[in-house]
């Protein structure tokens, strides 16, 4: 399909650059609005808003609702005061609100000059919500039905109002605007008598989020309840939008990579890698390569302090490197397991004690295992194979003891940090990867040298 739509992306370049407009135009009208936007990222500046006005009207706001936000500012830049209007009476209330939010000052104003009233106080009402909330990413668009209607009547209503609404399958039944219950078009449809009240067949053991919810447990509502929209209530129960399932869809992929970044070692971006620029990504990055840089330090001062071991075992050295990245990854894989776990909603700060003892039983399956292989190639391999003599027992059981404590300590640190991060209301993200390694590798030098005094006496 990948192949497929590249050639497909391609031809439809080469066209417009021959000018056929009339076969363009064809095209397009049968493709999806949202492989349209992915081929507006492929064109030049002044190609955009050629091939954006031999686009079906309809077709056309969908597609600009899914560009990114430099193809729709050049857009806007190049659109009449007419036809920046009729774009907007297209749009849904929710993707004006985004193309508001992610505009600069002066286009802004200019959009809000050419939106309707109605428009015009939808986005408003959205972006005075606080970032990342359930009411920053919901419509106020929906279908509000009266419990004294009839299904006759409630049908009439969604064949009246469906057309400018984003969804229609599930309506909201309300009286005063407090939010009363549910029913879904199926359950109007299949309704056997048309004179039945809307209040008969209603859904009243709701589900729903307040405005100001995160973001990210309404996309875990999603997940779990399967809904293809989830009503927003304000602080008296009155129904203000719903949010969708696409935009629920939107929230995830937003939230999994910020996560992905955080774990990563680096600041969440705006942008696409793409639309980054060098000095952008520079920017996100820099700041915890200086911190896991300077706390490095730290590893280098206790192997500094234990020169005179190394220098009386300096078959000490060479185990090192294995010692302190068995650490990490041993860390990566708790923090990782825990991070997802509290992500999704399957832990709390209640569950610390169970992931103590879970960890620790781990812990112990996993040392143990890696410190009997690593014995029996410390011992066949270096010292057999290879012939270094300064391998002896002790210092084999030196490496391996060491090897088995650090694996322990570092699962425990790797699945305690998320929790705290998450206790102290940070994201538990940022106690991934780089973070984890680098409290690991101090702790496991001064475990391997705590046991090669204590075996060996240097």
Same mark, same amino acid.
Request: one cysteine or more; charged letters at 20%; proline letters at 3%.
């Given at each position: 399909?990948?192949?497929?739509?590249?050639?497909?992306?391609? @031809? /439809?370049? %080469?066209? &417009? +650059? !021959?000018? #056929?407009?009339?076969? =363009?135009?064809?095209? *397009?009208?049968?493709?999806?609005? $949202?492989?349209?936007? @992915? /081929?507006? %990222?492929? &064109? +030049? !500046?002044? #190609?955009?808003?050629? =091939?954006?006005?031999? *686009?079906?009207?309809?077709?056309? $706001?969908?597609?600009?609702?899914?560009?990114?936000?430099?193809? !729709?500012?050049?857009?806007?830049?190049?659109?009449?005061?007419?036809?920046?209007?009729?774009?907007?009476?297209?749009?849904?209330?929710?993707?004006?609100?985004?193309?508001?939010?992610?505009?600069?000052?002066?286009?802004?104003?200019?959009?809000?000059?050419?939106?309707?009233?109605?428009?015009?106080?939808?986005?408003?009402?959205?972006?005075?919500?606080?970032?990342?909330?359930?009411?920053?990413?919901?419509?106020?668009?929906?279908?509000?039905?009266?419990?004294?209607?009839?299904?006759?009547?409630?049908?009439?209503?969604?064949?009246?109002?469906?057309?400018?609404?984003?969804?229609?399958?599930?309506?909201?039944?309300?009286?005063?605007?407090?939010?009363?219950?549910?029913?879904?078009?199926?359950?109007?449809?299949?309704?056997?008598?048309?004179?039945?009240?809307?209040?008969?067949?209603?859904?009243?053991?709701?589900?729903?989020?307040?405005?100001?919810?995160?973001?990210?447990?309404?996309?875990?509502?999603?997940?779990?309840?399967?809904?293809?929209?989830?009503?927003?209530?304000?602080?008296?129960?009155?129904?203000?939008?719903?949010?969708?399932?696409?935009?629920?869809?939107?929230?995830?992929?937003?939230?999994?990579?910020?996560?992905?970044?955080?774990?990563?070692?680096?600041?969440?971006?705006?942008?696409?890698?793409?639309?980054?620029?060098?000095?952008?990504?520079?920017?996100?990055?820099?700041?915890?390569?200086?911190?896991?840089?300077?706390?490095?330090?730290?590893?280098?001062?206790?192997?500094?302090?234990?020169?005179?071991?190394?220098?009386?075992?300096?078959?000490?050295?060479?185990?090192?490197?294995?010692?302190?990245?068995?650490?990490?990854?041993?860390?990566?894989?708790?923090?990782?397991?825990?991070?997802?776990?509290?992500?999704?909603?399957?832990?709390?700060?209640?569950?610390?004690?169970?992931?103590?003892?879970?960890?620790?039983?781990?812990?112990?399956?996993?040392?143990?295992?890696?410190?009997?292989?690593?014995?029996?190639?410390?011992?066949?391999?270096?010292?057999?194979?290879?012939?270094?003599?300064?391998?002896?027992?002790?210092?084999?059981?030196?490496?391996?003891?060491?090897?088995?404590?650090?694996?322990?300590?570092?699962?425990?640190?790797?699945?305690?940090?998320?929790?705290?991060?998450?206790?102290?209301?940070?994201?538990?993200?940022?106690?991934?990867?780089?973070?984890?390694?680098?409290?690991?590798?101090?702790?496991?030098?001064?475990?391997?040298?705590?046991?090669?005094?204590?075996?060996?006496?240097?």
């Amino acid at each position: 399909m990948t192949e497929r739509f590249e050639n497909m992306e391609n @031809e /439809i370049i %080469s066209m &417009l +650059e !021959q000018k #056929q407009y009339a076969a =363009l135009r064809e095209i *397009l009208s049968q493709m999806n609005p $949202a492989d349209i936007a @992915e /081929i507006f %990222s492929e &064109l +030049e !500046q002044r #190609q955009i808003p050629l =091939l954006f006005r031999l *686009l079906p009207k309809e077709t056309a $706001a969908e597609a600009f609702a899914e560009m990114e936000s430099e193809a !729709q500012e050049v857009l806007i830049r190049g659109f009449s005061d007419n036809e920046l209007k009729e774009l907007l009476d297209e749009l849904y209330a929710d993707d004006a609100a985004d193309l508001a939010e992610e505009m600069p000052a002066n286009v802004v104003k200019r959009i809000l000059r050419q939106a309707t009233p109605e428009m015009r106080s939808a986005i408003n009402q959205i972006l005075r919500y606080p970032e990342y909330s359930a009411g920053s990413i919901m419509t106020t668009e929906y279908v509000s039905l009266r419990p004294q209607m009839t299904v006759g009547e409630s049908i009439l209503r969604i064949r009246r109002q469906g057309v400018d609404k984003e969804t229609i399958y599930t309506c909201y039944v309300t009286q005063g605007r407090k939010l009363l219950g549910l029913v879904t078009v199926k359950d109007l449809l299949l309704c056997g008598d048309d004179e039945t009240l809307v209040e008969d067949v209603m859904l009243t053991n709701l589900i729903c989020v307040n405005t100001h919810t995160d973001q990210e447990e309404v996309a875990r509502m999603f997940s779990k309840y399967n809904f293809l929209a989830l009503p927003v209530v304000d602080m008296e129960n009155r129904m203000v939008g719903i949010v969708t399932f696409d935009d629920a869809m939107d929230v995830m992929e937003e939230e999994t990579t910020e996560d992905m970044e955080l774990m990563g070692g680096m600041l969440p971006s705006e942008k696409t890698y793409l639309r980054s620029s060098a000095w952008e990504l520079f920017k996100n990055r820099i700041p915890w390569l200086l911190l896991l840089m300077i706390s490095a330090t730290f590893t280098g001062m206790i192997i500094t302090s234990f020169e005179g071991a190394l220098a009386a075992q300096a078959a000490l050295t060479a185990f090192i490197p294995m010692l302190m990245g068995t650490g990490g990854n041993s860390g990566s894989q708790s923090s990782v397991t825990v991070i997802r776990a509290l992500s999704l909603g399957e832990l709390d700060l209640d569950d610390l004690p169970r992931v103590i003892w879970k960890e620790i039983r781990t812990a112990v399956l996993c040392g143990v295992a890696l410190a009997v292989v690593c014995f029996v190639k410390i011992w066949l391999i270096d010292r057999l194979l290879l012939g270094n003599t300064q391998i002896t027992l002790l210092v084999d059981a030196v490496v391996c003891l060491a090897l088995a404590v650090t694996v322990l300590v570092a699962k425990l640190v790797g699945a305690i940090l998320p929790i705290g991060a998450k206790l102290l209301k940070l994201d538990p993200a940022v106690m991934a990867s780089p973070f984890i390694t680098s409290i690991v590798d101090a702790l496991s030098l001064l475990v391997y040298f705590l046991f090669a005094r204590l075996l060996l006496g240097v």
